[in-house]
């Protein structure tokens, strides 16, 4: 994660804070329908202590899908929005901002200005991820608050633009997808109120059922522990929690709501007017009109895996920001090793092989890192590269390059940032068959420096594993 100053003459950007030293950081989540502020203050011996947050809903995804670009109304007040959280952090002391955009922004014409000039009129260092990362986000901090060891689970993520899906066995990553049934936009183009709601949530669950059933092979996700993360889910909780006639103070984390119950839901809000759903108990009022698309998200998720209930994170996107930048902070040292070789263990990688392909792949970095033009912290990207790089190999062999790759980008516990997981993934990806390309996607979404590090650091991991092609260590040094 970059890291970005939000006082005069700070610690340079990327430095550790002083030993013991506690730090306030701040996570910005701009979205389709809301913009989040969340300030924290991170002391390396306790965690996270969340301290400040502040919500907006400007809407940004309003008009997206008919005109492909954001407009001028949203754009004003998602700058107010920023403003303001700007504010807070000022006031807050803090010293460094990660702050990223979503669908809408990510989907539209003029999203790339729009960053452009929050970064110029603001200073924030707000940044568009693409839809793996958004999910990746998600699903580290549900990671964080949830045992997700020896289960099949399945995070949903309903934003305004987007559903963002990602399914891990025994805490490894195996399915990632993002599907554009996002609240607002669903909202938008097939709940306008030209007929009776009842007529409109019957439609809009056909046309979501098909989408999932195109794109999601629900079989292999049968039974899984389904976790709903976003304001979708938390307005489902807490409408629960005031129909179970529990206090409304009490917190949605961890709770538990039957398939039934989301089915009730939406009969019976889709009996109610806009203005009827502002008054729900537990319901936010500025969701009263795109509620019943999430809800009909929800209910076809669950039908189409067979799920009888879901589980609410009361944490999102804004947390998993926060976990990375402390994450970030942590020193390295033999405990980062140990995380490498107990994720390859995992994977079923082969100990001997992939041990002596670091070995190999670290005598070629001392020998010609200086001559490629490596930096410091790439000795320690190429070892992981090398400890991990058969990863894969638990899916499929042939492509195990490939999906080691997404193995690699969402294991949130290697003790490495999003930027260092995304350029070990690509390193790994790369140690076989073709070599780095602009047109992979991924690799043409990194900065041309990256770029860079990712093909000096394959090329020697690709040489230390053609050393040992046979896997019987013939090659000492």
């Keep these: 994660m970059t890291a970005h100053t939000a006082q005069a003459a700070p610690a340079p950007a990327g430095s550790p804070p002083p030993p013991g030293a506690r730090e306030r950081i701040a996570a910005i989540d701009v979205g389709s329908n809301s913009i989040r502020l969340l300030v924290a203050e991170y002391d390396p011996a306790s965690g996270l ?24 109304e949203a754009i004003e007040r998602a700058m107010q929005a920023l403003a303001r959280m700007r504010e807070v952090c000022q006031r807050r002391g803090v ?27 603001l200073d924030i260092p707000l940044r568009i991820i693409d839809a793996e990362t958004e999910a990746a986000l998600s699903y580290r901090s549900v990671t964080h608050h949830f045992r997700l060891a020896g289960a099949r689970t399945l995070v949903a993520d309903i934003g305004g633009g987007s559903l963002e899906l990602i399914g891990a066995v025994d805490g490894l990553v195996e399915l990632s997808l993002s599907l554009p049934l996002g609240a607002v936009r669903l909202t938008e183009v097939h709940l ?3 007929r009776s709601a009842r007529k409109e949530v019957a439609s809009l669950r056909e046309l979501v059922a098909r989408q999932m059933k195109r794109r999601f092979s629900a079989r292999e ?22 129909r179970r006639g529990l206090p409304p103070g009490d917190s949605v984390q961890g709770l538990a709501v039957t398939a039934a119950e989301v089915e009730q839901l939406i009969d019976w809000l889709a009996t109610r007017t806009v203005e009827e759903r502002r008054q729900v108990p537990g319901l936010n009022p500025e969701r009263a009109d795109i509620i019943l698309a999430g809800l009909a998200v ?78 410091q912290e790439e000795r320690l990207l190429l070892e992981a590269a090398g400890l991990l790089h058969d990863a894969g190999q638990l899916v499929s062999y ?13 294991a949130e516990r290697l003790g490495l940032g999003a930027r260092e997981r995304e350029i070990v993934a690509l390193v790994s990806r790369y140690h076989r068959k073709t070599g780095p390309s602009s047109k992979h996607a991924e690799f ?12 000096r650091l394959s090329g020697l991991l690709r040489v230390a594993d053609g050393l040992d092609r046979g896997h019987t260590a013939a090659v000492e040094d």
């Design 192 to 194: 306008p109120g030209k």
């Design 444 to 455: 043409a979404a990194l900065p041309p420096e990256d770029q860079a590090i990712v093909r």
């Design 221 to 242: 996700w049968a039974a899984a522990t389904v976790i709903g993360s976003g304001g979708t889910f938390t307005s489902l909780g807490r409408m629960v929690q005031a």
């Design 95 to 121: 010293r460094r901002i990660a702050a990223v955009a979503t669908a809408a922004v990510r989907e539209a014409e003029n999203g790339k200005w729009f960053v452009r000039r929050v970064r110029k009129e």
């Design 398 to 410: 042939r492509k195990h390059h490939k999906h080691r790759y997404e193995l690699l980008t969402h």
């Design 298 to 375: 929800t209910a076809e998720l669950l039908d189409r895996v067979r799920a009888r209930s879901i589980t609410v994170s009361a944490f999102g996107l804004r947390e998993g920001l926060l976990l990375e930048m402390a994450g970030a902070r942590k020193t390295r040292s033999s405990d980062q090793l140990r995380l490498f070789r107990e994720f390859a263990e995992r994977c079923q990688s082969d100990r001997k092989h992939v041990e002596q392909v670091r070995t190999l792949a670290l005598q070629l970095y001392d020998q010609l890192g200086k001559n490629l033009g490596c930096g």
């Design 49 to 72: 202590s969340i301290i400040d947050e502040l919500r907006d809903q400007p809407r940004l995804a309003t008009g997206l899908a008919s005109t492909g670009s954001l407009s001028h």
